[in-house]
């Protein structure tokens, strides 16, 4: 078995580093290049975000033409349920796995006083965050509130922010899972917004505030009354919290992670050699 001929094509190359199965000389191609690889060559792909994996083809795009068809191509990784539903949809004798995120909640973690800030991404959905909080500044209320936009920020800098900070806006949409609306569950933020479908798995009414998507009002008045909770008692989502952090810490660890990891990495290499030995 010649380990080098397996070639990943993974988008999000930083989640898979560490994995002990991983092969040494894979490299990293884009999804188009699929077709084009050498006839020995076979592919496992990972795919961050379900949503993004028709965008390069045409509307009348034919099966032979998407990767995910080809012969080659022994399986995919994705990162939610919602992304593996997507998947089955539309692949359904495609082997599709889904690896959970490991959330490393000692580096998200709540501080003791939180700040009044508020954090947000700009690059996502940015006219809906936009028209939230400028409804809420003509209401007077972020006249003692700091607005941080973490869009550029480094990942010790994500974590440093949402560590301090009372509340985490989420402007998701079309995501395969969500990243950051998670770490500030796991930081402790009261985390309000949109699940954006992906992140639909954790955001439990115990502990967010989830809002239908593009319905602003709501998003505002919601924004608006949580401003004004902590106003009056900073401690008072405390509980909730507590119970994000707990459902992070269970359900998104190092130690899952891996496990999916090995039951993914079992079927290809397995997969990988009935087709060299065919």
């Known amino acids: 078995m ?3 001929d397996l070639i990943i094509v993974v988008l999000f190359v930083c989640f898979l580093l560490g994995f002990t199965c991983l092969p040494s000389k894979a ?12 006839e020995d060559d076979r592919v496992a792909t990972y795919n961050q975000n379900c949503y993004q994996a028709l965008q390069e083809f045409p509307i009348d795009v034919s099966a032979k033409k998407v990767p995910y068809n080809h012969p080659k191509v022994l399986a995919s990784l994705v990162n939610s349920d919602d992304a593996m539903g997507y998947m089955h949809y539309l692949f359904p004798k495609h082997p ?7 959330i490393d909640t000692n580096q998200f973690q709540s501080a003791t006083h939180k700040k009044k ?27 003692h509130w700091e607005l941080i936009d973490i869009d550029h920020f480094t990942h010790a800098d994500v974590s440093k922010a949402m560590q301090e900070s009372s509340i985490f806006l989420s402007s998701n949409l079309d995501e395969g899972f969500g990243l950051p ?9 009261i985390v309000i917004g949109y699940p954006g ?11 967010t505030m989830a809002i239908p998507e593009k319905n602003i009002l709501l998003f505002a008045k919601k924004l608006e009354e949580v401003i004004k909770q902590i106003e009056k008692n900073p401690n008072y989502w ?41």
């Open 2 to 4: 010649k380990i080098s």
């Open 181 to 189: 609306a998670i770490e500030a569950i796991a930081s402790g933020c």
């Open 238 to 278: 405390n509980s909730q919290t507590d119970l994000g952090r707990n459902f992070v810490a269970k359900n998104y660890n190092e130690m899952l992670e891996k496990l999916d990891m090995e039951v993914a990495w079992n079927f290809i290499l397995e997969k990988y050699n009935e087709n060299i030995d065919a």
């Open 117 to 143: 800030q508020i954090l947000y991404m700009s690059r996502k959905n940015h006219a809906d965050i936009k028209l939230v909080l400028q409804m809420n500044s003509l209401r007077g209320n972020l006249a």
């Open 197 to 207: 479908k992906g992140g639909k798995e954790y955001f439990k009414e115990d502990f």
């Open 27 to 38: 490299q990293t191609i884009p999804t188009s290049s699929i077709i084009d690889v050498k």
């Open 96 to 102: 599709t796995f889904k690896i959970r995120h490991s």
